[in-house]
């Protein structure tokens, strides 16, 4: 029988440096890679570092099929579907709407990315995959580093890491790590100011008995707590030899991207001040009652409350046509100022734990996890908004531009949500090995319940409280040692929700003849998972080769889709209403590859690559069916990142680092024609480690080149810098 080692959150890197072999998000368990059935993708300690990434989705940049959810802060897509739940140390902390906050990332270690309909242990609903952050945890090594990072777009952080023994027997362990971020980031907007503390304390009671408590604390000024955008939409009009004006938008299920300005345009008012206090609280106690039967337990507290303003220049205006060509294409376009500001509360406190039976029957080793999560999230949401506040060109924005406070309106409090949510879970999941281990069964099932009660006060009106449906999740995976060095797995997966009736028409379609809106529909949400792959660990580990195929299919979903007869009268009823249709099946398949190696001691290297498709057929109220691609899609994805040993001796090393990647990206004109767009990214780096008697120095420096002709998808958007430079100087004690 092997024995696994439970609950250790330490990960193991193979020869190069970049893979990692094991992870704990699957099975809690520090279980090596290639044994579990299922793809998993991990961005490590070091592959963080050199990228100089500043965010959780510069970090996860060059992993297959990980991309930055537009709009969202942390937020992912995976396998081109959005991802909503986040993971921490394998305990759930986050889930539904963003926490409006970015996340500082002096006290993370690691991301892991589990791939598909996760194993019974990591949440509900997550066709896509899941992530995980794993912390960085107290050592029994004394250790103090000092870090500082700066780049060219003013950005600059410090950091400091403290971690030892607080008692002579080291059973008290203790780190403390604290951060300060200025300046700004590549994006327009994304500026910080930002204080972080993350202390942490390990108390090993006992050989069998151990807490770990977690804290955190982030308050100041946050990325993406403010916006402040001009939108370019001129793009979307012209006019006809007959003197008719065309506003040209896509038809529907086109990826709508709007075309912002410039981004060296300063879009960043001074007196736009938003503040964000973030604050977690996390104890996890593990208890072994005998060789084969231990438990882990934690309880999880998050709090925040976050102020943003958002300040932009959108919406319907008017066209200016040149005096001289009168019947040409319009030279400006004109909109009205927008000022909104936004209170979000969020209070959220989960108990979450498990049961661990590890034993032997009829000649297999089996291993049982029995586990529960009891969560309630409270959401308090104030907005306050004034819609007019004066017409501005958008070619000539100087006036916008030097707009000061007092030139904006009075602001009304147009709508106070508040949101109230009890979510309840068990599973078990129960892992088979035989054949000298060479075979694994994995098997789950999940169950979930969420009660939602929404207050939606839209002035002063209560509008809306109802409870959300159960769902069941059940998976089933199995993966064969073939060779000592390669492993076949397969994985099916299934999730089902209840059916549920909702208004097919529950807007805009008073008026237009033969439709009902009191009509309901009724639709129940399914989603199934197939994946076949192989994970390969070569020449005793110095390469690893990971592949694998997906094929997800959501099928019945209730979407509000937007849809018109005729996309040049927008503003008829006749031609143009928003209601709820029954798409019979959305998909998403393809195939993901991860390489990683170290040919020789100097070399070392790690290469990704996606090659995906994503479809929605969608049903319209006349019955007929319309295709579209999911936004996200992203046909191809190439990654490579390499590490070169150029200089070496007693007490000095000289690294030469670089990194490459391609994205082929599915974008749509107003006609609705599939173009396809390209971003390459190429950046190139230096290392140099330096030993002195305490410790050692670390220098990095970083450029990083940008080649996109992407259309840009607001400032809120998370893409990569056009250009940047990067230094970093660390200090260890």
């Given amino acids: 029988m092997i024995t696994l080692t439970p609950f250790s959150v330490e990960a193991k890197e193979d020869a190069s440096g970049y893979g990692v072999t094991s992870a704990t998000s699957v099975t809690r368990l520090n279980t090596p890679l290639r044994d579990i059935p299922q793809t998993v993708n991990i961005a490590g300690e070091r592959m963080i570092k050199e990228l100089a990434a500043p965010t959780l989705g510069e970090a996860v940049a060059f992993l297959p099929g990980v991309t930055v959810r537009n709009g969202g802060q942390d937020q992912f897509q995976v396998r081109s579907i959005d991802v909503f ?369 929404i207050h939606n006060l839209r002035n002063n009106t209560f509008t809306a409280s109802r409870p959300e449906p159960t769902d069941k999740t059940w998976r089933v995976g199995a993966g064969y040692r073939v060779f000592s060095w390669a492993n076949l797995f397969a994985v099916h997966a299934e999730q089902q929700d209840p059916e549920r009736n909702v208004l097919r028409y529950p807007e805009g379609t008073f008026g237009v003849a033969g439709r009902d809106p009191n009509a309901r529909v009724s639709a129940a949400r399914t989603v199934e998972l197939d994946e076949i792959g192989i994970k390969s660990e070569l020449f005793g580990g110095k390469y690893t080769f990971n592949v694998s195929y997906y094929k997800i299919l959501e099928g019945s979903d209730i979407r509000s889709v937007n849809f018109r007869t005729n996309r040049n009268d927008e503003l008829s009823p006749l031609y143009n209403w928003r209601e709820n249709v029954v798409d019979p099946n959305a998909t998403a398949e393809g195939v993901e590859v991860e390489f990683s190696g170290a040919p020789t001691d100097r070399l070392s290297f790690y290469a990704s690559g996606a090659f995906a498709h994503t479809a929605i057929f969608a049903v319209q109220s006349d019955q007929s069916v319309i295709k579209r691609r999911q936004r996200g899609d992203t046909p191809v994805r190439l990654n490579f990142m390499g590490n070169y040993l150029a200089y070496r001796d007693l007490n000095w090393a000289v690294y030469v680092q670089n990194a490459f990647g391609y994205t082929d990206d599915v974008v749509l004109n107003p006609d609705n024609i599939v173009l396809q767009s390209a971003s390459f990214r190429w950046d190139i780096g230096v290392r140099i480690l330096r030993k002195v008697e305490r410790g050692s120095w670390d220098a990095q420096f970083r450029v990083q080149n940008v080649l996109d002709d992407r259309i840009i998808t607001g400032t809120a958007n998370s893409g990569t810098s056009p250009r940047r430079f990067v230094l970093s100087l660390e200090r260890k004690f």
């Fill in 85 to 453: 739940s986040q993971f921490r140390n394998s305990f759930r902390y986050t889930s539904g709407s963003s926490l409006h906050f970015r996340k500082d990332m002096a006290n993370i270690d690691r991301i892991e990315v589990i791939k598909g309909l996760g194993s019974a242990t990591t949440g509900r609903g997550e066709a896509g995959g899941v992530v995980n952050l794993v912390t960085k945890k107290p050592q029994k090594k004394k250790a103090t580093s000092v870090r500082f990072t700066i780049d060219d777009f003013s950005y600059n952080k410090t950091e400091v890491d403290t971690t030892g023994p607080l008692t002579a027997d080291g059973r008290v362990l203790y780190r403390a790590i604290a951060s300060y971020t200025g300046g700004e980031i590549y994006l327009p907007n994304e500026r910080y100011d930002t204080i972080a503390f993350f202390p942490s304390v390990h108390v090993q009671f006992t050989d069998r008995t151990d807490l770990l408590v977690e804290a955190s604390l982030q308050s100041g000024r946050t990325p993406s707590a403010e916006f402040f955008e001009i939108q370019d939409e001129m793009q979307f009009f012209y006019r006809a030899p007959t003197g008719q004006v065309f506003r040209t938008f896509p038809e529907d299920g086109a990826l709508h991207k709007t075309r912002m300005l410039p981004q060296d345009t300063p879009q960043t008012a001074s007196w736009v001040d938003p503040d964000a206090q973030a604050y977690e609280v996390m104890a996890q106690a593990n208890h072994k009652f005998s060789d084969w039967f231990s438990t882990r337990q934690g309880v999880l507290w998050v709090k925040t409350e976050v102020d943003r303003e958002l300040t932009r220049l959108r919406g319907f205006g008017s066209y200016i046509f040149d005096p001289a060509n009168p019947l040409g294409q319009p030279i400006d376009w004109t909109m009205a100022l927008r000022h909104d500001t936004t209170e979000r509360d969020t209070e959220f406190v989960s108990y979450q734990g498990d049961f661990l039976l590890e034993y032997e029957f009829a000649r297999m080793s089996h291993q049982t996890l029995l586990g529960y999560e009891f969560t309630k999230r409270d959401i308090f949401d104030r907005f306050k908004r004034a819609n007019t506040g004066g017409i501005f060109r958008i070619l000539d924005n100087t006036a916008f531009l030097n707009l000061k406070r007092s030139d904006l309106p009075a602001q009304a409090v147009s709508t106070a949500e508040t949101r109230d949510v009890q979510e309840t879970s068990y599973y078990v999941q129960h892992t088979l090995k035989t054949w000298d281990d060479k075979l694994q069964v994995t098997g789950g099932w999940r169950y979930d319940e969420i009660e939602e009660d």
